[in-house]
């Protein structure tokens, strides 16, 4: 019996050895994230950076660490059209696990020049108070701020801020977006990331690596996804909004570049987005509700289904729900599962060019910052 135990126990370790490393990370580790970004004229150009990269930011972590409950957030500051009396500083988007809804939110925001004082201590100060962070006592807790300019103007004492970050353990991580005035403004940035254990890091505004697409037809990829958007019936009255926003992000995604629109179609396919939008597509609906449509009100659907009775509505939406399992399958031979790790391969080929590049600093601070909180629980 003794021999036996043994030989299973080595079992076990061989076979907890051949484990890769994101498998250890199985519990359901919170990790919150907040860009708290400067949107004033002299770093314009930095919400195409966050935007254009949400999606694979959050796909190489997901794909890294399964088990992690990753939400993110988004403050911006230094644009006179959040008002004075909030000091220049708007929630985008308080803590969700929904990349889309950020990116529509973030898609909102126009580009255009706006000369705004940069209040970086109530810009802290708002990441704090006004977002619900996670209570869990082994959470990863990160800010981003970014941004240029003196950190000491405003109502609201930086140093302060930073103690307060300190002590609900939040790190803030000073992303400084390089100026001609770098050598005046950088020691109150590099205070930030001291006194609440962040990174201080330099990023240039629109500095990226070259565009990497796996798909190679990617024609067919845009043609799939169009046939897959139609498989989705809105209802309810927020539900023309959240299908028109869908489409909206898949249009802008492509826009971007050839990366962005895989790195959302890959979020889309994937369970963390399928079966998960009952709340506005009814076929998502019917699979939650087993075809119970007595309740959905006619009046807030498409045009062509408001005057079709139940019994045609749910064949339409059986058709549909069909014609969406196939079309994904299509899909995830353009887009499979390996996709993240050979896009992991290429970032980590590419350590040498990542330098100041706003997204890759942000996933190398999180790598690090997670791996850490691994080891010490």
């Not at 067919?220 to 299908?243: C, H, V």
Request: glycine share 6%; aromatic share 10%.
């Amino acid at each position: 019996m003794n021999l036996l135990r043994l030989k299973l126990a080595i079992i076990a370790l061989f076979l907890a050895w051949l484990l890769p490393q994101a498998e250890v990370s199985a519990k359901n580790q919170p990790v919150d994230i907040v860009f708290t970004l400067d949107l004033s004229g002299s770093t314009n150009g930095l919400i195409d950076d966050v935007r254009d990269n949400i999606w694979g930011m959050n796909n190489e972590l997901t794909r890294l660490y399964p088990g992690t409950d990753i939400r993110f957030a988004v403050v911006g500051y230094s644009r006179p059209s959040f008002g004075g009396k909030n000091q220049f500083v708007k929630v985008i988007s308080p803590f969700t696990s929904n990349i889309d809804f950020i990116a529509t939110e973030l898609y909102k925001l126009k580009p255009n020049i706006e000369k705004g004082d940069q209040y970086v201590g109530a810009a802290i100060r708002a990441s704090l108070d006004l977002l619900s962070w996670s209570h869990e006592k082994d959470a990863v807790k990160q800010i981003f701020l970014t941004g240029n300019g003196s950190v000491f103007l405003g109502a609201f004492d930086v140093v302060e801020s930073c103690n307060l970050a300190k002590e609900k353990g939040i790190a803030v991580n000073s992303l400084y977006c390089y100026s001609s005035l770098r050598s005046k403004e950088i020691s109150g940035w590099y205070k930030i990331s001291e006194i609440t254990g962040g990174k201080s890091i330099d990023v240039k505004v629109h500095k990226r690596l070259p565009d990497y697409a796996t798909v190679t037809d990617f024609n067919r990829l845009q043609m799939l996804a169009a046939e897959l958007n139609k498989t989705y019936i809105y209802y309810g009255k927020a539900g023309r909004d959240k299908f028109k926003a869908m489409v909206s992000n898949e249009k802008n995604a492509l826009n971007a570049r050839h990366s962005t629109f895989e790195d959302l179609l890959y979020h889309k396919i994937s369970d963390r987005f399928q079966g998960k939008q009952s709340d506005w597509d009814l076929v998502d609906f019917l699979k939650s509700r087993n075809g119970n449509l007595k309740n959905v009100d006619a009046h807030f659907l498409p045009d062509s289904l408001k005057n079709i009775n139940p019994e045609q509505l749910l064949t339409k939406l059986m058709i549909l729900k069909e014609r969406r399992s196939y079309l994904l399958s299509q899909i995830r031979q353009l887009l499979p599962f390996e996709r993240q790790d050979k896009l992991t391969s290429y970032f980590n080929t590419k350590q040498s060019d990542s330098d100041m590049i706003f997204d890759r600093q942000v996933m190398i601070v999180l790598k690090d910052a997670i791996k850490s909180d691994l080891a010490a629980n």
